[in-house]
Nanobody, 123 residues
Framework: QVQLVESGGGLVQPGGSLRLSCVGS????????MYWVRQAPGKGLEWVAS????????WYADSVRRRFSISKDCSKNTLYLRMNNLKPEDSARYYC????????????????RGQGTQVTVSA
């Protein structure tokens, strides 16, 4: 049974930083691409970033490129999202996710997704 548990969200001022973590279980970390997605109130699910099986590749939505950094440590079954220079429009619930295919940068659907962690960017 796949489980994904996110942590690290909170309230931060514009320009601030946060690091989100996601601990996974029930699947082999280095056999899966993994993703961060987010959902703001009243909006749909938005893809944020992806990393490949080895964690050496990274892809980002235009809105977060050069501010966010995705990484994973499969020795700890943990996915990370480092977020710098946060903006109010980054406020959302952030989820980590994975699917049962590889090579998909921005999936239309996610097979497995955690419960999320809330990020609020406000002065």
């Amino acid at each position: 049974q796949v489980q994904l548990v996110e942590s690290g969200g909170g309230l931060v001022q514009p320009g601030g930083s946060l690091r989100l973590s996601c601990v996974g279980s029930g699947f082999t970390c280095n056999n899966h691409w993994m993703y961060w997605v987010r959902q703001a109130p009243g909006k749909g699910l938005e893809w944020v970033a992806s990393t490949d099986t080895a964690g050496g590749g990274a892809w980002y939505a235009d809105s977060v490129r050069r501010r966010f950094s995705i990484s994973k440590d499969c020795s700890k079954n943990t996915l990370y999202l480092r977020m710098n220079n946060l903006k109010p429009e980054d406020s959302a619930r952030y989820y980590c996710a994975t699917i049962d295919r590889i090579g998909v940068i921005s999936p239309a659907e996610y097979t497995y997704r955690g419960q999320g962690t809330q990020v609020t960017v406000s002065a």
